[in-house]
């Protein structure tokens, strides 16, 4: 196993439709865990949410997050990030959404669903990275 990598020896894993595991807290303490599309910008990992959905009230109650995404093949290419995220409501969530849907459902015009939605940006932009891979032993 191969530890302590940088993103960059991560090759295409972070432009690969593999949803992201984003790690908030609840307001009780407890954890959750949900699926989320992302995108890597500018070395660090922006999604989108409903506005005021879960994710959003335990981001703004807590701001410390992580995101965690793990190939389900070899070599297990995976990257978990740790840090504090801002969010914030976009104005015009059509650009990113376009992204997204044509990255995770191969149909740009799927975004189209979310244009009366009201989103937010979700953005951790630093923190404490751990990557990792099998490429050692396969």
Same mark, same amino acid.
């Given at each position: ?79 978990? %990030?740790?840090? #504090? $995220?801002?969010? =914030?409501?976009?104005? !015009? ?5 376009? @992204? +997204?849907?044509?990255?995770? %459902?191969?149909? #740009? $015009?799927?975004? =189209?669903?979310?244009? !009366? ?5 979700? @953005? +951790? ?14």
């Amino acid at each position: 196993m191969r530890k302590n990598l940088n993103v960059d020896d991560l090759g295409d894993l972070l432009v690969r439709p593999i949803l992201a595991m984003l790690a908030t807290r609840r307001t009780d303490g407890r954890i959750l865990i949900s699926p989320v599309w992302h995108e890597w910008v500018d070395g660090g990992f922006v999604m989108t949410t409903w506005a005021n959905d879960i994710k959003s009230r335990n981001i703004k109650a807590d701001p410390r997050i992580t995101i965690l995404v793990a190939e389900h093949e070899t070599p297990y290419r995976s990257i978990e %990030v740790s840090g #504090e $995220a801002t969010i =914030e409501l976009l104005d !015009d969530h059509m650009p990113i959404m376009r @992204r +997204l849907a044509a990255r995770y %459902v191969a149909d #740009e $015009a799927y975004a =189209e669903t979310f244009r !009366d939605d009201k989103l937010e940006l979700i @953005r +951790l932009e630093s923190g404490v990275i751990r990557a990792w891979d099998f490429n050692d032993t396969h």
